[in-house]
């Protein structure tokens, strides 16, 4: 069994999450700059079995696709065209940003690294994740 890559997707940056082999256990693997991601995904899949990426879909409140939907859709193309053996799944990601930043409050990060851009993204990535394998 392979592992599930989550993508919280940006313009500037994407935060990554992974499971375990067993696909059991959501857990925050990075993020990385968006002009490098397709590079890092093809080295990340060079070393692990990437049995499915998820990739986060913005939505707004009336569930239409957000304005950031035309950022991604790009890539996703590009995202296939690379790894034509993988599958592409989207998860609904509308409040994971709010709920990133209440996890970093509910762990008791002070003020200055809640502002760590980077880090949200990377536990956004890991609450798509999560919710995902919470639905299967």
């Keep these: 069994m392979g592992r599930i890559l989550a993508l919280d997707f940006g313009q500037k940056r994407t935060g990554i999450a992974i499971t375990d082999e067993l696909q059991i256990i959501a857990s925050g693997l ?8 397709l590079f890092f995904l093809k080295d990340y899949t060079s070393n692990e079995k990437v049995e499915l990426f998820l990739v986060g879909e913005p939505k707004q409140m009336d569930y239409t696709a957000s304005e950031s ?8 193309e590009k995202l296939e065209n690379t790894f034509p053996n993988i599958p592409v799944e989207r998860v609904d990601e509308r409040f ?7 996890t970093m409050i509910d762990s008791g990060l002070k003020k ?25």
């Design 96 to 102: 994971t940003s709010k709920m990133a930043f209440q």
């Design 69 to 76: 939907e035309a950022i991604i859709k790009p890539f996703l």
């Design 112 to 136: 200055g690294q809640r502002k760590n851009k980077a880090l949200v993204d990377e536990i956004s990535a890991t609450i798509i994740l999560q919710s995902y394998l919470y639905s299967k």
């Design 30 to 37: 990075t993020t990385v700059d968006t002009k490098e991601l």
